[in-house]
């Protein structure tokens, strides 16, 4: 093996365990190495985009681009930093485009048009999404992640009862995927099974438990502080619902709340909230499920906006919205890709 890939392949591993300054120091000795190389470009930028540097990640995906036009997995990390965080859409869906041109076989074109499906549902583009979904390929495909992402697609789009075969074959192949059980939980909810629903999101709940054995997370401690940063940052017009309220912060739901209905992938419960029946603060407790927030921010530097996020939505919904005749689960944002 020579330097290159050798650092290249470092910088890689390093990477996937989100060891953003070791893959960022490996993919600089490759780029010493051979500055042209466009695999070093496309390794800085997704280690920019792994640390929250969504710009320069797109610069340096580009840069890959430029120096090998038909760099297949340049064009998907592309698209895919476009979608989120950057929400410039329009160039998602023409980058796309362009990647579904030189797809080579139906693994990739189901990469490319995953994430341009993505970006039409955050575009709310609701009839050109079910287009894109309804064309994509059947397979088979050797990994069952295809059968998991296009399930998941086709429910996003509304199609639940096509969803429930790709995701019960998903499972099917891979019983510890802890998302497809997730959308075997949402089928069930819109198919009116409220018991297999919870089994599932109970399931769920287990799978999740034991991949944070296996994930390193943030310090509890550093995530805490985030919470109470987050807090302070609120503006005073939503704080005053919750000043007085005690906090927990704990990694996930319980499996009682999650059994009385409550989303196993919540990110925070306001609890304790007053009622005529019973006044006091208007919230008295607030957890928070420390591996759902962090899920949901994907990396570090989006934390503290996420759980600010967070806390905006949960206390609008709470106080300033009528919500007193709806149930049911919290609706959580459901990235494609």
Same mark, same amino acid.
């Given at each position: 093996? !020579?330097?290159?890939?050798?650092?290249?392949?470092?910088?890689?591993?390093?990477?996937?365990?989100?060891?953003?300054?070791?893959?960022?120091?490996?993919?600089?000795?490759?780029?010493?190495?051979?500055?042209?190389?466009?695999?070093?470009?496309?390794?800085?930028?997704?280690?920019?985009?792994?640390?929250?540097?969504?710009?320069?990640?797109?610069?340096?995906?580009?840069?890959?681009?430029?120096?090998?036009?038909?760099?297949?997995?340049?064009?998907?990390?592309?698209?895919?930093?476009?979608?989120?965080?950057?929400?410039?859409?329009?160039?998602?869906?023409?980058?796309?485009?362009?990647?579904?041109?030189?797809?080579?076989?139906?693994?990739?074109?189901?990469?490319?048009?995953?994430?341009?499906?993505?970006?039409?549902?955050?575009?709310?583009?609701?009839?050109?999404?079910?287009?894109?979904?309804?064309?994509?390929?059947?397979?088979?495909?050797?990994?069952?992640?295809?059968?998991?992402?296009?399930?998941?697609?086709?429910?996003?789009?509304?199609?639940?009862?096509?969803?429930?075969?790709?995701?019960?074959?998903?499972?099917?192949? !891979?019983?510890?995927?802890?998302?497809?059980?997730?959308?075997?939980?949402?089928?069930?909810?819109?198919?009116?099974?409220?018991?297999?629903?919870?089994?599932?999101?109970?399931?769920?709940?287990?799978?999740?438990?034991?991949?944070?054995?296996?994930?390193?997370?943030?310090?509890?401690?550093?995530?805490?502080?985030?919470?109470?940063?987050?807090?302070?940052?609120?503006?005073?017009?939503?704080?005053?619902?919750?000043?007085?309220?005690?906090?927990?912060?704990?990694?996930?739901?319980?499996?009682?709340?999650?059994?009385?209905?409550?989303?196993?992938?919540?990110?925070?419960?306001?609890?304790?909230?007053?009622?005529?029946?019973?006044?006091?603060?208007?919230?008295?407790?607030?957890?928070?499920?420390?591996?759902?927030?962090?899920?949901?921010?994907?990396?570090?530097?989006?934390?503290?906006?996420?759980?600010?996020?967070?806390?905006?939505?949960?206390?609008?919904?709470?106080?300033?919205?009528?919500?007193?005749?709806?149930?049911?689960?919290?609706?959580?944002?459901?990235?494609?890709?």
């Amino acid at each position: 093996m !020579d330097q290159l890939t050798a650092h290249l392949d470092r910088g890689w591993d390093l990477a996937q365990q989100g060891d953003v300054r070791g893959a960022e120091a490996s993919a600089l000795q490759a780029l010493a190495i051979d500055a042209n190389a466009p695999e070093v470009h496309n390794l800085l930028g997704y280690v920019a985009a792994l640390g929250g540097e969504a710009d320069a990640a797109v610069e340096h995906y580009k840069t890959a681009l430029a120096l090998d036009e038909g760099y297949f997995d340049a064009m998907l990390n592309l698209a895919e930093v476009l979608v989120h965080p950057l929400g410039e859409l329009d160039e998602a869906i023409d980058q796309c485009d362009e990647a579904i041109s030189w797809a080579e076989n139906d693994e990739e074109l189901a990469d490319a048009m995953l994430i341009k499906i993505d970006a039409l549902l955050a575009k709310q583009d609701d009839a050109a999404a079910r287009r894109a979904v309804a064309a994509l390929p059947d397979g088979p495909f050797e990994s069952p992640r295809y059968e998991f992402l296009i399930g998941r697609a086709k429910f996003e789009v509304g199609d639940a009862e096509a969803a429930k075969a790709w995701i019960e074959r998903a499972i099917e192949r !891979d019983p510890d995927n802890a998302d497809a059980h997730y959308y075997r939980a949402l089928v069930r909810e819109a198919d009116g099974d409220s018991l297999g629903a919870t089994s599932s999101f109970l399931e769920v709940r287990r799978l999740d438990e034991l991949a944070l054995a296996r994930e390193e997370g943030l310090p509890p401690a550093s995530f805490e502080q985030a919470v109470r940063g987050a807090l302070q940052s609120l503006d005073p017009a939503l704080r005053r619902f919750v000043e007085h309220a005690d906090v927990f912060v704990t990694p996930l739901p319980g499996l009682e709340v999650i059994a009385d209905g409550i989303d196993p992938r919540a990110p925070m419960l306001l609890d304790g909230l007053a009622t005529p029946e019973r006044p006091g603060p208007p919230c008295a407790r607030i957890f928070v499920y420390q591996r759902n927030v962090e899920r949901m921010a994907q990396t570090p530097a989006e934390l503290g906006d996420e759980l600010l996020a967070t806390f905006e939505h949960e206390i609008t919904a709470a106080f300033l919205e009528d919500r007193r005749s709806q149930t049911g689960r919290p609706k959580e944002k459901h990235e494609l890709n």
